[in-house]
């Protein structure tokens, strides 16, 4: 059953989620965050939460500030915001009753859930779809146009998925703080890597890396044939099964 639900970052903006709640709760939960512009109701998300739900496993998406209809505004977000929200989410479904927590994002929603599960204790495995777990650099977004803007006013401005949107420096010196690379290897979780072959977005040689970085815990895996957003349905059933079945080994009761 889905269950509309909101709460409150630091800065006091609503933010809005959709719990998917289990029929039979089995003690475990896990956060789902969306890529750089997108939603909640993307639907390679949507598709894993419902499933994990059909698993006895509480899944709770959200939308960060300034996405989707949460509250706040684009232009001030940054990774450090976004962690603090998603360890906000992990703290609701520990109220729902989640004493076991998993942490889970698609692209840039994936680098933010392995520096939330870097620096949250009461997560116990993380799962990263399409994720560019190598580090942020600008070029990675903008045209030379766009950066010369950058460079210049402090400022750029772009569109992406219908809307008119800004990111300033404070954004990428923000990023910078964080060495993702780093972090990954110092890891003491299970880290799953998902990541299609076909990806025109992050190519999948950077999954490969991320596994040479802490091949103990990590585990890769490359669905053959499917792009950035799992558009097509049979990519998004295979990874959906793989997730969730990955997610219940690392998130069971302990003997």
Known sequence: MEQPIHFYNQQGEKLAGTLHLPDRPAG????????????????????????????????????????????GEFSASNYSKQITEMQTAATVIAE???????LAGHSMGAVIAVLTAARTRTVKAVCALAGRLSGLNATHFFSKKQLKELEDSGRVSFNSRGRSLQLSTKFFADAKQYDLPETVKLLEIPLMVVHGDADEVIPVQDAYLVKTLNPEYTELIVIPGADHMFSAEIHRTQTSKLVVKWFKEHLHEPL
């Open 96 to 102: 729902k009753g989640a004493s076991r927590i998993g």
């Open 28 to 71: 475990c939960g896990v956060v789902f965050g969306h890529c750089f512009t997108c939603s909640r109701h993307t639907r390679i998300i949507r598709e894993i939460c419902t499933e994990l739900a059909e698993k006895d496993v509480l899944a709770l998406r959200f939308d960060f500030s300034g996405n989707g209809q949460s509250e």
